[in-house]
């Protein structure tokens, strides 16, 4: 990680993500949002949306899974059996249907084969398994563990990497820059917690840190 001077003139001078944090959420990025930001009904929609929001806009992810809870396919039993081709047309919104299609129905065969259910999978499924399956790399795995499963997992993506630029702070890699965020949240959570004024879970202030990143991100058009 190499500390740069600051691009943007506007922004206050940070040296920590807990720093980013306060900042964030002095802006109210989150009120009009569920509580773990992420906006699916439930988690295993949040397991399915987060392969099919790959390379695509999430309002497009909404009406694949739109479609499939209409042929009832949301489930992992339910995708392992249902036909590949009326996958594909109910995913079609999401684009690249024909490859998250298969990967998908492979990913359920997976899990029901490794796990049993579900729950279970959430409850034991390892980033290392989760990369192991094709299709999934390190942003999608740990959106899967915080979101899906409830895991104390940070999320950093494009948006997160422009934003920290903007406070002149450049990073080599991915797992760098979730390091960074990680590390500063852990460091200071009790004033994390004077700062919120309740009990929060690292899971869920994780999942808020990096939806307050992208609601910046997207109100800015940094």
Not at 87 to 96: K, L, N, V, Y
Not at 193 to 217: A, D, Q, V
Request: glycine letters at 4%; aromatic letters at 14%; hydrophobic letters at 40%.
């Amino acid at each position: 990680m190499q500390s740069l001077t600051k691009v943007n003139k506007d922004f206050p001078n940070i040296s920590s993500s807990f720093e980013l944090l306060k900042f964030l959420k002095d802006e109210n990025l989150l009120e009009k949002h569920p509580e773990f930001w992420w906006p699916s009904a439930t988690d295993f929609e949040i397991l399915i949306g987060a392969i099919l929001t790959q390379n695509t806009k999430w309002t497009n992810v909404e009406k694949s899974l739109k479609n499939l809870k209409k042929l009832n396919a949301l489930s992992l039993e339910a995708l392992c059996e249902i036909d590949l081709d009326i996958f594909i047309q109910a995913i079609t919104p999401s684009g690249f249907k024909n490859q998250k299609s298969v990967r998908i129905k492979q990913l359920a065969k997976n899990i029901l084969e490794d796990f049993s259910s579900f729950e279970n999978f959430c409850d034991n499924v390892s980033k290392e398994w989760l990369l192991s399956q094709k299709g999934i790399g390190l942003e999608t795995a740990d959106a899967i563990l915080c979101y899906a499963c409830h895991k104390e997992f940070m999320v950093v993506d494009k948006y997160t990497q422009r934003l920290v630029s903007n406070f002149g702070f450049e990073f080599e890699s991915y797992e760098d820059l979730q390091a960074w965020c990680e590390y500063g949240i852990n460091e200071n959570f009790d004033k994390i917690i004077e700062l919120y004024g309740y009990e929060i879970s690292l899971n869920k202030l994780f999942c808020r840190f990096h939806g307050k990143i992208i609601e910046f991100m997207k109100s800015n058009k940094l």
